[in-house]
């Protein structure tokens, strides 16, 4: 079992988190009782309405059950490829960040086209203020799932779910944990022409490059000790195109 970095281990569970996952459970509950209760007075309509309410709130609370968890896992959830060591991002947060974007920008729309029907045109415009950004994140999101960290013989690669960003071992510096509301790795680099950053939202993008482990499906620790590895030793960093790769990982 590997032992935790010093800068990872002794943070206390969110308390916050525990209560949004019991509150909005208990509310995901009530709304799905309320989807039933009106099904037997045959109103259809609201029916769907309380049962969208339930779905929606019951993904908030899994939200808030992985950021209770702080996102950490223990399995490998690494694989090789021809392009290096690939460690993608966790299904779960990905898909249920996009879906709950999702519900809320449908939610958003949905309101502004009855306004509009309406004719409330303050309301219908104030729901497509806040409807029009989150479509732009949602089909950002959408375009870059999945999101991973590639370490491969070129440099180090990290496709996020808003940017890329690509640093080659020439530039690169260092590895270090360090804990921002979950495990992080700041992966330090100086400049170099072939480093190539883009943020799709438009957000400037500096030194240090960071990777969350709450979004990895492998244990940050792996990701960091195999960073630190080829950091520190260029000899070795044929390998990640091999299962040789793999195998130093296991024994690490």
């Known amino acids: 079992m590997k032992i935790l970095p010093p800068e990872w281990s002794g943070h206390r569970r969110p308390r916050r988190m525990l209560f949004g996952v019991l509150y909005l459970g208990a509310l995901a509950a009530l709304a799905f009782v309320a989807a039933g209760w009106q099904?037997?007075?045959?109103?259809?309509?609201?029916?769907?309405?309380?049962?969208?309410?339930?779905?929606?709130?019951?993904?908030?609370?899994?939200?808030?059950l992985f950021g209770y968890r702080f996102g950490r896992?223990?399995?490998?959830?690494?694989?090789?490829?021809?392009?290096?060591?690939?460690f993608p991002y966790a299904g779960s947060p990905t898909y249920l960040v996009t879906a709950t974007l999702f519900m809320?920008?449908?939610?958003?729309?949905?309101?502004?086209?009855?306004?509009?029907?309406?004719e409330s045109w303050l309301v219908a415009a104030l729901f497509g203020v806040i409807g029009a950004p989150l479509l732009v994140l949602l089909t950002v999101i959408l375009r870059m799932i999945?999101?991973?960290?590639?370490?491969?013989?070129?440099?180090?690669h990290h496709r996020g779910l808003t940017f890329t960003h690509f640093v080659p071992w020439i530039a690169l510096t260092s590895a270090s944990p360090m804990w921002d509301r979950g495990p992080m790795i700041?992966?330090?680099?100086?400049?170099?022409?072939?480093?190539?950053?883009?943020?799709?939202l438009g957000r400037p993008m500096s030194a240090p490059e960071m990777i969350s482990g709450r979004w990895l499906a492998a244990d940050p620790g792996v990701v960091l000790g195999a960073l630190k590895h080829y950091i520190a030793h260029p000899e070795h960093r044929w390998e990640l195109t091999t299962d040789a790769s793999l195998e130093r990982l296991a024994r690490d």
């Open 186 to 200: 700041a992966v330090g680099f100086v400049g170099s022409s072939d480093t190539r950053s883009r943020d799709f």
């Open 104 to 118: 809320t920008t449908a939610a958003a729309a949905g309101y502004a086209v009855v306004a509009a029907r309406r």
């Open 39 to 64: 099904l037997l007075y045959d109103d259809a309509w609201q029916a769907v309405y309380f049962a969208g309410l339930a779905v929606f709130l019951w993904h908030l609370a899994l939200l808030c």
């Open 73 to 86: 896992r223990t399995s490998p959830g690494v694989r090789r490829t021809a392009a290096g060591l690939i």
């Open 146 to 156: 999945p999101g991973e960290v590639v370490i491969g013989p070129q440099g180090v």
